[in-house]
C-alpha cells in the first residue's frame, strides 16, 4: 500500500492547483521514462513526456528524449542528451550538456547542477535567420533530497535559474523555478513521483506557470536484479540450490 505520506503530496498538490486558478496557468505533464547502466559508470536513460495546458483542458505538447549519465565519481557526474518536442503549432529540437555534485551525508542529498541547452525549431538556415534563432540557455539548479527512514519513499525541493544567452546583455535572467515533490518505490526496479514547479517568468505578459508532474520510472537493472533474486529464492525453496 502505497505510504500515507504520498498521499500527502497529493493533496498538496490539489491546494496549490485550486489556488494557482486565479492567476496563472495550471499544466500537468504525464511521464513515463526506462533507464538502463551500460557500463558500472554510463548510464543511458529513455523518456516519453504528454503535456497537457490550460488547466489541464488542452493538448499542449508530447516529447521523446534520450540521455547519456558519465560518473567521473560518487560525487560528480556529466550528463547530456537530445528532446524533440512537438505539437499542433510547431516542432522543437533540444541539445543539452551538463554537469553535477552531489554530496550525501545521512538521509540527505544536496546537488548542484550546471547545464547549457540549444533549442531551436528548424535547423534550415533561412528559417533560423529570418523567423526564429535558436535560443541557448544556462541553467543553474541547486536541491535537496531527503529519505524518509523505514519507508520507500523520499521527498524533495529544488530552486533553478534560466539565463537566456543570445540577448543583450549577453546573459539575461529569464525566469526562476521552484520545485517540491516525492517518490515511491514499487516492485520490480520501478518508481512512481509525483512533483510541482511553478515558474516564475520575466516578460511583460507575466505569463507564469504551475505544473504537477507525474513519473512513472523503470530501471532495467533493478528489474533484472529482482527476478533473478526471486528465481534463487525459488531453486532454494525447492531444494534445487545448494547454500554456501
Same mark, same amino acid.
Given at each position: 500500500?502505497?505510504n500515507?505520506?504520498?498521499?500527502s ?9 485550486? /489556488? ?14 526506462? #533507464? ?12 516519453? @513526456? ?9 493538448? @499542449? ?13 560518487? +560525487? %560528480?557526474?556529466?550528463?547530456?542528451? /537530445?528532446r ?6 510547431? $516542432? ?13 551525508? $545521512? ?5 548542484? =547542477? ?19 534563432? *535558436?535560443?541557448?540557455? %544556462? @541553467?543553474?539548479e541547486?536541491?535537496? #533530497?531527503? #529519505?524518509? *527512514?523505514?519507508?520507500? =519513499? ?14 543583450? *546583455? ?6 526562476? @523555478? ?5 517518490? /515511491?518505490?514499487? +516492485?520490480?526496479?520501478?518508481? %512512481? ?5 511553478? $515558474? ?7 505569463? $507564469? ?9 523503470v ?21 534445487? %540450490?545448494?547454500?554456501?
Open positions: 500500500m502505497i500515507k505520506k504520498l498521499l503530496y497529493f493533496l498538496v498538490f490539489f491546494a496549490i492547483e485550486s /489556488y494557482s486558478q486565479s492567476y496563472t496557468d495550471t499544466q500537468g505533464r504525464f511521464m513515463t521514462s526506462v #533507464d538502463y547502466k551500460i557500463t558500472k559508470k554510463l548510464k543511458i536513460s529513455g523518456e516519453y @513526456r504528454y503535456s497537457l495546458q490550460n488547466d489541464f483542458h488542452k493538448f @499542449r505538447s508530447s516529447a521523446g528524449e534520450i540521455s547519456l549519465k558519465y560518473n567521473f565519481t560518487k +560525487k %560528480l557526474n556529466v550528463l547530456g542528451g /537530445y524533440f518536442t512537438t505539437s499542433f503549432e510547431e $516542432d522543437n529540437h533540444r541539445f543539452f550538456i551538463g554537469i553535477k555534485y552531489n554530496k550525501k551525508w $545521512d538521509e540527505f542529498k544536496a546537488a548542484v =547542477t550546471s547545464k547549457y541547452q540549444y533549442s531551436t525549431n528548424s535547423f534550415d538556415p533561412d528559417f533560423m535567420n529570418y523567423y526564429k534563432e *535558436p535560443v541557448q540557455m %544556462l @541553467r543553474e541547486i536541491s535537496l #533530497d531527503y #529519505d524518509i *527512514p523505514n519507508t520507500k =519513499t523520499s521527498v524533495f525541493i529544488a530552486s533553478e535559474i534560466f539565463l537566456k544567452m543570445n540577448s543583450q *546583455p549577453y546573459l539575461k535572467w529569464n525566469r526562476m @523555478r521552484y520545485s517540491i515533490g516525492g517518490q /515511491y518505490k514499487l +516492485k520490480y526496479g520501478t518508481t %512512481l513521483s509525483l512533483s510541482t514547479f511553478y $515558474d516564475d517568468k520575466v516578460s511583460a505578459q507575466k505569463n $507564469d506557470r504551475i505544473v504537477i508532474v507525474t513519473k512513472l520510472n530501471s532495467i537493472d533493478d528489474f533484472l536484479k529482482k527476478l533473478k533474486k526471486n528465481k534463487k529464492k525459488a531453486l532454494k525453496k525447492q531444494g534445487l %540450490l545448494n547454500e554456501e
